[in-house]
């Protein structure tokens, strides 16, 4: 890769513009957080090139995950199973500290890149005030958008909640109109419809319909939206590369959960002053729950590797479609395990909704590809 390369495209970001509105380069994110904006950058780069933006981590990741097969698959597995722990640590287990279990993982995390970057195994910018402070609007929504997801997990079934995440999507489409004049493919509108009419349909033939978990669901999908819409300003401000973003997402959501927890929530207080109940020494007891809570800590880093490996040994148009479509074994697998009560009817709607996802990611890839 020594020979020259090709100017990059410019890139759309918040401010003031001349001419034609120009097209928001982050449409979308997944859970590893690697936004499209870089899935662009990727794809308008030669694979020669892109191997060597992320050589960093190939080797290492090379031989964890294999070829393309299998890094898709444990990108596929890392990121379906990040919903089900989760889902079995506060709903199977019990576990209502919400605000401890979020100050453990994201704490986790953050200790894993240390050790990632010690070991050169991933690189990403050091703590600067300017990064900080560019940062921090962003991150807030960030801890909000993991709060309501676990509120919501809680109180939905797998399924259910997974539809509501797959719905962000229409509104990150309207903010993309309204606020960057991007515009929107006839096959992208269509997904949308069928994706918003396959979740009220869903949403009504719905066995387990919880009024407060709908609430919470609803508000997880306006706090993400606004975190993809928002993202791309942070990212011109900061600069930071997506290791980068997950190390000063995870860092920074430490202080302001502690300061979230004690000002509303009191789960610290309630744990600290309380001690645990009875019924709690019996799940911290349980070697199942302290191997679930283990892994869920793990889970965000290792999914952060696997997606950069995918992207590597595929190609960004893969990585999306893999994303839409382990939506599908995830709903599957979770009606299995946590014993989902569903009617035909509301698997049909469920399916219709779920499909409509995989068309919009392909949408999405036949418009990056023009």
């Keep these: ?17 001349t001419g034609p509105p120009r097209e928001r380069s982050t449409s979308n994110m997944t859970d590893a957080g690697f936004g499209e904006a870089e899935l662009d950058e990727l794809e308008s780069v ?19 995950c294999g070829p393309a097969i299998w890094s898709s698959i444990c990108y596929s597995s890392f990121s379906i199973a990040m919903t ?18 979020l100050l453990y993982q994201n704490g986790t995390c953050v200790l894993l890149l240390l050790a990632a970057q010690r070991f050169g195994i991933a690189k990403f910018e050091p703590l600067e005030s300017s990064r900080l402070i560019a940062w921090i609007p962003l991150n807030i929504l960030f801890v909000l958008m993991l709060l309501t997801g676990f509120y919501s997990l809680n109180l939905l079934s797998v399924p259910m909640a997974t539809i ?7 509104l990150v489409t309207a903010g993309d109109f309204f606020f960057y004049g991007q515009t929107v493919s006839r096959g992208i509108l269509f997904s949308l419809a069928l994706m918003l009419l396959g979740a009220v349909l869903a949403g009504q033939s719905d ?24 993202m791309p300003r942070a990212i011109k401000d900061s600069n930071l590369n997506a290791f980068g973003r997950v190390y000063y997402n995870n860092l920074l959501s430490l202080p302001l959960v502690i300061l979230l927890d004690l000002a509303v929530v009191g789960d610290i207080p309630r744990a600290l002053s309380a001690g645990m109940k009875p019924d709690d020494d019996e799940i911290a007891d349980d070697i199942g729950f302290v191997i679930a809570v283990i892994f869920s800590g793990c889970i965000g880093f290792f999914l952060s590797l696997s997606s950069f490996q995918c992207v590597q040994s595929t190609s960004p148009t893969t990585y999306s479609m893999i ?4 939506k599908v074994p995830l709903a599957i697998v979770g009606v299995i395990i946590f014993n989902t009560r569903i009617n035909s009817q509301g698997g049909i709607f ?7 996802g995989i068309m ?9 590809s023009k």
Excluded at 350 to 356: C, P, R, V
Aim: charged share 15%; aromatic share 12%.
């Design 1 to 17: 890769a020594g020979g020259a390369r090709a100017p990059a495209r410019p890139r759309a970001m918040m401010g003031a513009q």
């Design 46 to 64: 030669p694979l020669a090139g892109r191997r060597e933006k992320i050589s960093d981590h190939r080797g290492f990741l090379a031989r964890a």
């Design 84 to 101: 089900l722990v989760n889902k079995l640590i506060l709903t199977t287990f019990g576990f209502d500290y919400h605000m401890l279990l």
């Design 164 to 170: 509501f995440k797959n719905s962000t999507n229409v």
């Design 207 to 230: 066995l387990e319909f919880n009024p407060a978990g709908y609430t919470w669901a609803t508000l997880n999908c306006v706090i993400t939206a606004a975190y993809v819409l928002y």
């Design 323 to 326: 994303g839409s479509v382990n």
């Design 350 to 356: 469920i399916a219709l909704s779920l499909a409509s």
């Design 360 to 368: 919009y990611a392909y949408a999405k890839s036949q418009e990056r």
